[in-house]
């Protein structure tokens, strides 16, 4: 009797049975394992880019501070108290200088400085004999 399970069992493990239970179980291990591949290719794509990222913030935050420290230094204030609103030292004198003036504006504050260098008969030969627009 013996011989006989010994036979049975190996003509299972021989059988096209077992092949295909095999090639099936095989089939499936290589899904779960490719599936597994990907899932930690992208979990390492997303942990980089949290690095790039914090590594990004961290310069940002590094500026910033700065930034900040730059803001509360004696210096910046008076600059800016001076720029923004105008004040000034004791004993100091402001001067305010005018903006330049470009286009249209230019070519009409120029004509009537022409206008005012002109002598008197002259502006009135030109107001009564000149087209005016």
């Not at 493990?13 to 089939?27: A, C, E, K, R, T």
């Amino acid at each position: 009797m013996p011989k006989r399970t010994k036979n049975r069992k190996f003509k299972f493990l021989s059988s096209s049975y077992f092949i295909i239970l095999g090639v099936i179980i095989l089939i499936l291990i290589s899904f779960a394992l490719a599936k597994e591949i990907l899932r930690r290719r992208e979990i390492n794509q997303q942990i980089t880019q949290l690095k790039d990222e914090i590594s990004r913030l961290g310069g940002e935050n590094q500026e910033l501070g700065n930034l900040i420290t730059y803001f509360r230094t004696k210096s910046f204030q008076e600059k800016e108290a001076r720029e923004k609103l105008g004040l000034q030292k004791p004993g100091e004198k402001a001067i305010a200088i005018p903006q330049t003036i470009q286009g249209e504006e230019r070519a009409s504050v120029l004509e009537k400085n022409e206008e005012e260098n002109l002598s008197n008969p002259k502006k009135w030969w030109l107001y009564f004999f000149e087209s005016h627009e």
